[in-house]
């Protein structure tokens, strides 16, 4: 992570944290359930100056949603946490990260997008114990642009939809001018580009549209049916000719930036580390918001975690970012040695429950855990390999 990056957004991350996490002088609840998270727990769960005893190495893949905080993560916990461990994460894609966790060829698995039941039932019987999966933090998908004149331009899901459904194929297309009414837009072509691995942030994208802007749907704005969203909602989609597509975040961004007129669809982190300009999404509430982390917090107002931690963030009102989603982890409950589940323990304990972690995920614009949340998704954490 390059640190002037990190340092154009601490100011904003460290003002936000109490709202994002809560602190020690206000125990009330948050949406996600709220209380008091305890103590932190395990030997990277604090923030104290002594390496751990820890000695191994761990193997995951999944989600490029995540990576850069990932990278720093595995930079901060390896060399002043427990320095005789290695991690070696694999930025993949989450559907390749669900299934190299499913064959069992990695430690842990990461992706935007949470195993169904059908999948949970068929990876304990593989397995021969439940999988855990926990999120562990949450980050918005933004339109990003390759032309610093469209940073700010609104769009809402019916605009969006259309474009990379191919019936909005130019900048000055009078749909787009009656959102802006005080940009100049040029007579430019759209270049869409979207992932073409199995994706997460696809995912998270298309399950919006088809919430916001689906076939037959009622969920638009203005309370009108809305039509233009057909691809569906996934990993995966089949995307219409005069499209391009990148492999992982990085690939969508190089073909946002290398293409005139490229748009395109990714995690928030790396249209801030890239400068790229962005797009206002027009939320449920008709407000046109742009990708923060103050928005992104905001969003998880609405959310509601269920005990099995599956869900969707949708119907994102106020000032929330309403393309919002989470990264959940994947591990198991038995079948690991000793050393490995000890590592996956300590590693994601310090990962989703210290101060240190938290900022350096608030950093890079991801909202970490809420303080209700924490405490839940440590206890989950801790039953890495309990059945053995």
């Not at 992570?1 to 809560?22: I, N, P, Q, S, Y």
């Not at 430690?107 to 059908?118: C, M, N, P, Q």
């Not at 748009?263 to 962005?278: C, K, S």
Request: hydrophobic share 35%; charged share 20%; glycine share 14%.
């Amino acid at each position: 992570m390059k640190m002037w990056k990190r340092a154009l957004v601490l100011l904003t991350a460290l003002a936000l944290l109490t709202a994002a996490c809560g602190n020690d002088d206000d125990p009330s609840p948050t949406p996600d359930g709220g209380g008091d998270t305890g103590g932190e727990t395990g030997n990277g769960g604090g923030d104290s100056d002594e390496p751990g005893d820890l000695s191994g190495s761990i193997e995951g893949a999944g989600a490029t949603f995540p990576n850069p905080v990932f990278q720093d993560w595995t930079f901060e916990y390896t060399n002043d946490v427990q320095p005789g461990v290695s991690i070696n994460y694999q930025s993949i894609g989450s559907g390749g990260g669900i299934e190299q966790f499913l064959l069992q060829t990695v430690d842990f698995g990461a992706s935007e997008r949470y195993l169904r039941d059908d999948t949970l039932e068929e990876a304990a019987e593989d397995r021969g114990c439940p999988a855990i999966q926990v999120p562990i933090l949450f980050g918005s998908v933004t339109i990003a642009f390759g032309d610093d004149q469209f940073d700010g331009l609104v769009l809402d899901a019916e605009t969006i939809a259309a474009i990379f459904e191919r019936d909005i194929v130019n900048y000055n297309d009078p749909a787009i001018a009656a959102l802006n009414p005080d940009f100049d837009l040029p007579d430019l072509d759209i270049i869409p580009v979207h992932r073409s691995d199995g994706s997460g942030t696809t995912s998270v994208f298309t399950t919006y549209l088809e919430w916001a802007a689906g076939d037959g749907s009622t969920n638009d704005i203005n309370g009108d049916e809305a039509s233009n969203w057909t691809l569906g909602s996934g990993t995966e989609v089949q995307w219409p000719a005069g499209t391009i597509g990148g492999q992982g975040n990085e690939g969508v961004t190089a073909g946002i930036e290398q293409n005139e007129g490229g748009l395109g669809y990714v995690n928030q982190a790396y249209a801030l580390i890239n400068d790229l300009p962005t797009a206002a999404i027009v939320n449920s509430d008709g407000n046109a918001v742009q990708a923060t982390i103050e928005a992104t917090t905001e969003a998880l107002e609405v959310l509601d975690v269920p005990d099995n931690f599956q869900f969707d963030i949708l119907g994102v009102g106020g000032g929330g970012f309403p393309i919002t989603g989470a990264v959940w982890i994947f591990l198991w409950e038995c079948g690991y040695d000793d050393v490995t589940a000890d590592i996956l323990i300590d590693y994601w304990t310090w990962a989703t429950q210290s101060d240190t972690a938290i900022q350096l995920a608030s950093d890079l614009g991801y909202a970490p855990l809420g303080e209700g949340l924490r405490p839940r998704v440590l206890e989950a954490i801790e039953l890495t390999n309990s059945q053995d």
